[in-house]
């Protein structure tokens, strides 16, 4: 059973910082593509970052690049670092994964940065 639990938001003030974690079960994250995404209320969602399988390329959005840092450890954690936090980033934050022909997703951790 692949299961992905999102963790580490919270409220945090314009230009803060958190670090998300994505603790895996049935996957070994540092074989696939791990992603980041979220979603405010009445948006769709948004591609945040993603860490490429099999070594160290990653992708993000241009809303968050210089900003956000996606990492991963040896085999079980995707972590988000988020550095200069504004308003706009305000949204759940979930972590993805595209495995044997399915997406998993957890259950998404709210992150709100007070204006």
């Known amino acids: 059973q692949v299961q992905l639990v999102e963790s580490g938001g919270g409220l945090v003030q314009p230009g803060g910082s958190l670090r998300l974690s994505c603790a895996t079960s049935?996957?070994?994250?540092?074989?696939?593509?791990m992603n980041w995404f979220r979603q405010a209320p009445g948006k769709e969602r948004e591609f945040v970052a993603r860490?490429?399988?099999?070594?160290?390329?990653t992708d993000y959005a241009d809303s968050v690049k210089g900003r956000f840092t996606i990492s991963r450890d040896v085999r079980r954690t995707v972590y988000l670092q988020m550095d200069s936090l504004k308003p706009e980033d305000t949204a759940t934050y979930y972590c993805?994964?595209?495995?044997?022909?399915?997406?998993?997703w957890g259950q998404g951790t709210q992150v709100t940065v007070s204006s």
């Open positions: 049935g996957i070994v994250v540092s074989s696939l593509h």
């Open positions: 860490i490429r399988a099999g070594g160290s390329g």
């Open positions: 993805d994964v595209f495995y044997r022909g399915n997406q998993y």
